[in-house]
């Protein structure tokens, strides 16, 4: 199969570079390994992660119409009550953790809604469930990439198309085309970077984590236990402050060990939240941290109970990495068997404000994650490898701390805007959390281009950030804004005969094509604003 532009990963970073592509006129085929497209925000089950000002600015305008877009559904098809429906600012699930947490099936309709007039034209194409598993090169061209379905290994599809971009969650194409790229942590004497270790250490890689919904309902819904039950229920980090399974932690930006409350279906006002990063993590109430449905947003009866997302703490699984190891099945399987565990604990033995233990009446969601299994279709994979890029950010072009009053670096080549603190889980090298305040910053076009290779462009996590800086980099917007340049980029390209190298570094295509990515809705600069 052949088209314009090849996009391998249907995740917010795929869906974006495709539909950028799609509507600039060309032809995409985009692959994707898991059923729904979305990554984060849908298989991976992750509500988003934006900045204080996503309401007001610093998102693309396309990332804006999906916002927008899960808003709308819910008012369309949702038995809302009056007040909720009239809620400009709608948080169906009045989650602490974003402005806007909802259930991953319905960003699922709304991106389908989005691509859905280039299936019917035939100028998209999708492959699903297919990933990739060899790819061809010509010097420093990738000709085409090759991808397996998922569940039938020998049904193979060869793909070309002058543009390939890598969309996937882990870098998957970069080890496959021979491109360049970093995993883990790169050293200080590499980067500069104050949190950077005097060494590298490429197998030191974020925590991922295996997310699943929960409601609470009447009745014992407790879960088999698990055969790992014992190992998990008994595992203590040196870090931790106390077992991984508790309702006791780090704080991730002091370290102090924090206890967190958990009060299935607390009777609070969905109107009062008030998810400011700024203010507040939002974890101090696990139930209410990534709560994804609301019951009091909807008529009376209509949902038996609130929803919550386990994102928690006590499910990252920092074991081992999962890039480049021979066992990375054997660990994916194993933090699997962690979020297992966690619910069977909450189920049976965590203790309750009222002196009890055990949440029989929690109950695994699996319909909400649209898995069989009853956890995300996928793994939350934090850090992914990253392309040796012309140009790689590092911490102190937007630690609040190095930067302070000056804000983050301003880059000539900017090609979008992002804002998150430097957030970094604990990781496989036997890390803390590291998280330090962040401004708000620009996303440059030299981080998008590979030092050598010249068709394949990175359309996700895999961009030349850093082991620290990915930590601000890989959250929903900036991943949406990354793809959808990327998209744009494939197409300018094409249309100028110009290489992505020659747009950054030809200073009249770079103007050119930074116009194009404004007329598009791709916010460039910030208003004078302060980090945190």
Known sequence: MRADILVVGGGLGGVAAALAALRAGRSVILAEEFDWLGGQLTSQAVPPDEHSWVEQFGVTASYRE???????YYRRHFPLTERSRGWTNLNPGAGWVSQLCHEPRVAVAVLEEMLAPYRGSGRLTV???YRPVSAATDGDRVTGVTVAHRDRPDELVELTAPYVLDATETGELLPLAGVEYVTGFESRGETGEPS?????????????SVCFALDHVDGDHTIDRPAGYDFWRDYKPDFWGDR???????????????????????????LAVNADQRLSPGDGNLW???????????VDGAYASDITLVNWPMIDYFEGPVIDVP???????????LSYSVLYWMQTEAPRPDG????????LRGDVTGSADGLAQAPYIRESRRIRAEYTVVEQDLSLAVRGEHGAVSYPDSIGVGMYRIDLHPSTGGDNYIDVGSCPFEIPLGALIPQRVENLLPA????????????????????????????????????????????????????DFQDRLTTAGVELRWPQIVGY
């Open 66 to 72: 999906l916002r927008t877009g899960i808003r709308d």
């Open 127 to 129: 492959l699903q469930p």
């Open 196 to 208: 950077a270790p005097a060494e590298a250490q490429p197998m030191n890689m974020q925590a991922l």
């Open 244 to 270: 991984l399974l508790s309702w006791r932690s780090p704080h991730p930006r002091t370290l102090e060990i924090v206890e967190r409350s958990f009060t299935p279906n607390p009777d609070d006002d969905p």
């Open 288 to 298: 209410t941290f990534r709560r994804i449905a609301a019951r009091r947003n909807f």
């Open 327 to 337: 066992n990375a099945s054997w660990h994916l399987s194993q933090a699997r068997e």
């Open 356 to 363: 009890g233990t055990g949440f029989p009446g929690l109950r």
């Open 460 to 511: 996700g996590k895999n961009i030349g950030t850093t082991h620290v800086t990915n930590g601000s980099y890989r959250l929903h917007p900036v991943e949406w804004n990354v793809g959808e340049v990327a998209g744009l980029l494939a197409d300018f390209c094409l249309e100028r005969g110009e290489s992505p190298r020659a747009v950054r570094n030809t200073p009249r295509l770079l103007a």
